[in-house]
C-alpha cells in the first residue's frame, strides 16, 4: 500500500529543498555574459542598459540573443549560450514572460550556469511559483518596479540601474530576499 502526504512542507523546509543552484562567481570580471531579450517592449534596451551599468565595474564580454516569451526553450534553440560563465534573461514584465523567463533561467541554472531573470513586482507570485513548482525554489532574481514596456528611456535606465544593483548578489551567492527582509 502506498500512502500519499497531501501536505506542502512549510516555507522553511521548502527553502533547503530542492535542486541545487549552479556553481556560483565570485566576481563578473572576464566572464563572458549572456543578455538574452524576450523582445517584449524595452527587453533589449533593458539588457544594454543593464550592460552599461555592469561595465561600470566590470570587463566583461557579451553573448546577446533572444529567447520566445511563451514556452520553455528548446535544448538547441540556446546556442551559444551555453559557453556562458553567466546569464540575464529580460524581461518579466507579464505573466507568460515571468514564468517563461524564470523557467528558462531554472534551466540554466541546471545546465550549470548561473542565471537571473529581471521581473517586475507585479509578478513576483508567479515566479516564486514557478520556482517551487521547478524544484528550484532557491533561485534569485531581480525584482523592478512594473512596467518596463511603456517607459520612456529615462525611467528605463532606472529600472536597468535598479537591476544592476541586484545581479551581482545573483551571481555571487547572496540572499537578496532575505536581505531585504
Not at 66 to 93: S, T
Not at 137 to 148: M, R, T
Request: glycine share 6%; net charge negative; aromatic share 4%.
Amino acid at each position: 500500500m502506498i500512502v500519499l502526504d497531501p501536505t506542502q512542507p512549510s516555507d522553511a523546509d521548502s527553502a533547503s529543498a530542492g535542486l541545487p543552484l549552479a556553481p556560483r562567481l565570485d566576481t563578473l570580471e572576464g566572464k563572458s555574459i549572456g543578455l538574452w531579450s524576450n523582445q517584449k517592449l524595452n527587453a533589449s534596451q533593458l539588457l544594454e542598459f543593464i550592460r552599461e551599468e555592469l561595465a561600470k565595474d566590470y570587463n566583461f564580454t557579451i553573448v546577446p540573443g533572444i529567447y520566445d516569451p511563451g514556452r520553455l526553450m528548446d535544448e538547441h534553440e540556446w546556442g551559444d549560450l551555453l559557453d556562458c560563465d553567466a546569464v540575464i534573461l529580460a524581461n518579466g514584465d507579464c505573466g507568460a514572460c515571468s514564468t517563461s523567463g524564470i523557467a528558462n533561467a531554472i534551466e540554466m541554472e541546471k545546465k550549470g550556469i548561473p542565471a537571473v531573470l529581471v521581473s517586475t513586482t507585479p509578478f513576483t507570485d508567479a515566479v516564486i511559483t514557478t520556482t517551487r513548482m521547478s524544484n528550484m525554489p532557491a533561485i534569485e532574481w531581480a525584482i523592478v518596479d512594473h512596467p518596463i514596456g511603456s517607459l520612456d528611456e529615462t525611467h528605463l535606465r532606472q529600472r536597468a540601474q535598479h537591476a544592476a544593483s541586484q545581479i551581482p548578489a545573483v551571481m555571487f551567492g547572496e540572499d537578496l530576499r532575505a536581505a531585504a527582509e
